[in-house]
């Protein structure tokens, strides 16, 4: 009701249908979009904030994209607040929000999907089958439904960002991807909407992820090149704190995501996937080339 009221105030458009989403876009002209699965914290905001630095009028999409959670994933149970979420994006200058229910993006019948058979083969490609498929499937319909000028996502999903642009790549799709810089509470926990589901243990734990990259990133930035000594540093340090249960740890080549033996001229991307118990966290850091 509130988010109703202010949205009125500010002429905030919000769009359940592709029909009426692209009737209201059709009054702009460049268009800097946000892709979100909502639950916005101050990470999607940083998205939302350099859109609106960087573009005269920005769009958001709310839509937790089912084709993306495996079956055993928590699609149920994703968190959900639309009504705070579309108060923020007011609050932030968003001039069009498009909330559509599932059966207008994934009517009976739809049956054509954008898959990149090399991301499904590392990280969490390899840790969760279908994923980017899903991914790329929902940003590439969106891309389409909007018609963004620039697209905006966050380094937190490393691997997401790398299977967007070769897609926008590949396609040919008319759109400048932007990727922002992750944004961490004090302690270094990168912001992620499942950040909620941790315990209050879990949660004094998570900044572990935050803590073995950085290790990493000194001993890179101190000389070190060999991709197996940073992982065992890594692993060492995830070792030392029992609530995290490492899926992987990774460093990678920063655009085929293979792991590296040596860091070679291009830099490297630490990536790490922990469990604590049900909720498993992501991060990661990119060592830019050594100059
Ligand atoms: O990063 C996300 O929140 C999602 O993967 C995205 C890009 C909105 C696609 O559903």
Not at 82 to 88: F, I, K, N
Not at 111 to 136: C, K, M, N, S, W
Not at 170 to 186: F, K, Q, W
Not at 265 to 271: C, D, V
Request: with cysteine; proline share 8%; charged share 25%.
């Amino acid at each position: 009701m509130a988010a109703k009221r202010r949205y009125e105030r500010t002429n905030m458009k919000v769009l359940t249908t592709i029909a009426d989403f692209r009737r209201e876009r059709a009054a702009f002209g460049s268009l800097g979009f946000v892709p979100t699965m909502g639950y916005l914290h101050q990470g999607h905001l940083a998205l939302v904030e350099r859109a609106r630095a960087e573009c005269p009028a920005v769009a958001v999409s709310i839509f937790v994209n089912p084709t993306q959670f495996g079956p055993n994933e928590d699609y149920a149970r994703y968190p959900r607040d639309t009504a705070r979420d579309l108060a923020l994006l007011e609050a932030a200058g968003v001039d069009l929000v498009f909330v559509p229910p599932v059966e207008e993006m994934y009517p009976p019948g739809f049956g054509t999907y954008v898959i990149q058979p090399a991301a499904d083969e590392v990280l969490e490609g390899a840790a969760r089958p279908g994923h980017f498929r899903g991914v790329a499937t929902v940003v590439c319909k969106l891309f389409n439904i909007v018609q963004p000028t620039k697209s905006y996502f966050g380094q937190k999903d490393a691997q997401q960002t790398v299977v967007i642009r070769q897609m926008v790549r590949d396609l040919n799709i008319p759109v400048e991807i932007v990727i922002v810089p992750t944004v961490r509470e004090a302690d270094g926990l990168a912001l992620s909407s499942r950040n909620v589901y941790l315990h209050p243990a879990q949660r004094a734990a998570a900044p572990v992820l935050y803590r073995a990259l950085r290790a990493a990133a000194e001993r890179y930035a101190a000389g070190e090149r060999s991709g197996e000594a940073l992982r065992a540093l890594m692993r060492e340090i995830l070792a030392a704190e029992p609530l995290a249960k490492p899926d992987y740890v990774s460093v990678a080549h920063p655009l085929t995501l293979r792991e590296l033996d040596q860091i070679g001229p291009e830099g490297a991307l630490l990536s790490l996937a922990v469990r604590f118990d049900q909720v498993r966290l992501i991060d990661n850091w990119v060592l830019e080339p050594a100059p």
